[in-house]
């Protein structure tokens, strides 16, 4: 029923130290004291290792591909078409099917020049004739396994240099005790750069013997996150690897290109060898930021600190209490102590409203409940009552009604002696009318009157202004012209309209209504009269 707050975080830690302690973590961790800098890079690779593939051996010179913008290339796959020169063939055939019509074989396959003529490439099939290298290239898949999937064994060397002009800082990625035989690990070579491409590929959970047969591209990326200040210089890249192509699409998948290399037989006629190359693009992505201590930054943040986070409060604070800073007396500091533990009291408890017969004053009940609301204390209101119709206001009166006024001492307690209990049930210790029922809720132990006497609901008005259906169907068809009174829960509405009839009646304040309790001989007269189908009752609920 009732709590309590301690301001500033008393019996704990001063809730006045959170934006200190946000405003320490932010500054550290972040490094916000500091003036940033991005990274600027230049890369230079170098691969190395030699494969065979059948008869023929592959050095460094035949499977890599100089490097443009950060990247390099190496083959793991190939086809070839050799002997080619330049006459007329007949288009390639891998795409063609026997008895194909005249009008599919037009559609250029961009191997050569058409000459418009339709040629018979073999005894069920024709094609169009070319002005190209001859022969054509034949659409064949990849070999599988790769030719060169050892290439996993490869090495990488990177060399990367950054610069941070506005620090006029520079630095590479080799350490001045390089060893050439380390190979990268993440953790027990870490700042290595030399990288087997088979490692490459399995940090990222890919399998290189897969993705040699049609390529793929990978990310190499070097991450510098530098602190140029003298007391916490740190400036070293961290490697991290990621496949860039889409492994799942069917529409081209995997990276290939191709050349050609040139040669003259010995009669002087041009030919070339067509090579369509498989292999795996690495692009290395160098990124990365640079900070050193500057006070100018470090002022901006604690001005914006103060205005976000509250932080002269916790200057103003400090400065009060700490013993390093007298800077006020102590009578200053005990009033300031006693203002911030001070305890000031949480939510109330719930507020209800009470009348009785005997009694000329609205009653507030605002205490917690422990005991019977019946023997409750609570404060006298002025609250003028009023006959009213529910849903109509005070000022609106039936024509039956009119005649009732004069006998205006009905409203005044009643003088008669109380009634003896209904044998059906026991008289509760709290009722002092005889018509009460039993109850376990607190809250609603209340009678209509606080000493015995006749209860208010032998009152004539009571019967007239509360249980009477005319005055009820009145009510309901007033607010809703068109409502049907042979509905089978008219008696759930006329029984809710009783009980504002009763409230508004006994109450007179419409802003009372919703925390004004209605006595158990009321409720369960009212409840008689306009039952419930079931049975069951939801009764007061506590705000």
């Known amino acids: 029923w009732q709590n309590s707050l301690c301001y500033e975080g008393a019996h704990s830690f001063p809730f006045s130290s959170l934006p200190s302690c946000t405003f320490l973590f932010a500054l550290v961790t972040n490094r916000l004291y500091q003036e940033k800098e991005s990274v600027i890079s230049s890369v230079h690779t170098k691969v190395k290792g030699v494969s065979q593939a059948g008869s023929r051996i592959w050095d460094t010179a035949e499977y890599t591909v100089p490097m443009q913008v950060n990247t390099f290339f190496v083959i793991t796959n190939i086809i070839t078409t050799e002997e080619q020169t330049q006459h007329i063939c007949p288009e390639v055939t891998g795409r063609l099917k026997p008895h194909m019509p005249i009008q599919q074989l037009l559609f250029p396959f961009c191997t050569g020049i058409q000459t418009g003529k339709c040629v018979q490439y073999n005894a069920t099939i024709k094609t169009c004739q070319v002005s190209a290298w001859c022969p054509v290239e034949s659409v064949k898949s990849p070999p599988v396994p790769a030719l060169l999937k050892s290439a996993e064994n490869f090495t990488v060397l990177i060399k990367n240099n950054i610069h941070f002009p506005k620090f006029n800082y520079t630095a590479n990625n080799i350490l001045p005790k390089f060893n050439i035989t380390c190979t990268f690990n993440k953790i027990t070579a870490p700042t290595c750069p030399i990288f087997r491409l088979g490692d490459i590929l399995q940090a990222t959970g890919e399998n290189f013997s897969d993705m040699a047969v049609q390529g793929g591209i990978m990310g190499i990326e070097i991450n510098w996150d530098c602190n140029l200040d003298k007391w916490f210089h740190h400036c070293s890249p961290k490697y991290s690897f990621r496949r860039l192509d889409d492994k799942t699409t069917k529409d081209y998948p995997g990276y290939n290109f191709r050349f050609a290399k040139y040669f003259k037989d010995a009669t002087g006629?041009?030919?070339?060898?067509?090579?369509?190359?498989?292999?795996?693009?690495?692009?290395?992505?160098?990124?990365?930021?640079?900070?050193?201590?500057?006070?100018?930054?470090?002022?901006?943040?604690?001005?914006?600190?103060?205005?976000?986070?509250?932080?002269?409060?916790?200057?103003?604070?400090?400065?009060?209490?700490?013993?390093?800073?007298?800077?006020?007396?102590?009578?200053?500091?005990?009033?300031?102590?006693?203002?911030?533990?001070?305890?000031?009291?949480?939510?109330?408890?719930?507020?209800?409203y009470v009348s009785y017969v005997d009694k000329p004053h609205v009653i507030l009940v605002d205490k917690p409940l422990d005991k019977s609301l019946q023997h409750i204390k609570g404060q006298a209101l002025e609250v003028r009552t009023s006959i009213c119709v529910c849903g109509l206001g005070s000022r609106v009166l039936l024509p039956r009604q009119a005649s009732a006024l004069p006998k205006a001492q009905e409203l005044q307690p009643l003088q008669s002696k109380g009634q003896e209990a209904s044998s059906s049930h026991k008289l509760p210790s709290w009722c002092c009318c005889g018509k009460c029922q039993q109850t376990e809720a607190l809250w609603e132990q209340l009678c209509c009157r606080r000493k015995d006497g006749t209860c208010i609901t032998a009152s004539a008005l009571f019967e007239q202004l509360v249980l009477s259906r005319s005055t009820l169907e009145f009510t309901l068809l007033y607010k809703e012209p068109l409502l049907d009174l042979n509905t089978e829960t008219l008696n759930n509405q006329l029984r809710h309209c009783a009980y504002k009839q009763y409230i508004h009646w006994r109450f007179g304040s419409a802003e009372l209504a919703g925390r004004a309790l209605i006595p158990s001989c009321c409720r369960w007269k009212i409840r008689e009269a306009y039952p419930s189908e079931d049975g069951k009752y939801s009764g007061f609920k506590k705000r």
């Open 269 to 352: 006629k041009e030919e070339r060898t067509l090579i369509k190359a498989y292999g795996i693009r690495f692009d290395i992505l160098v990124f990365g930021t640079a900070g050193k201590f500057d006070l100018i930054e470090l002022v901006v943040y604690i001005g914006s600190t103060l205005s976000y986070f509250g932080l002269a409060v916790f200057i103003i604070d400090f400065l009060t209490t700490s013993t390093i800073f007298p800077c006020c007396k102590s009578p200053v500091k005990e009033y300031y102590y006693r203002k911030k533990y001070e305890t000031v009291p949480g939510p109330k408890a719930t507020v209800i």
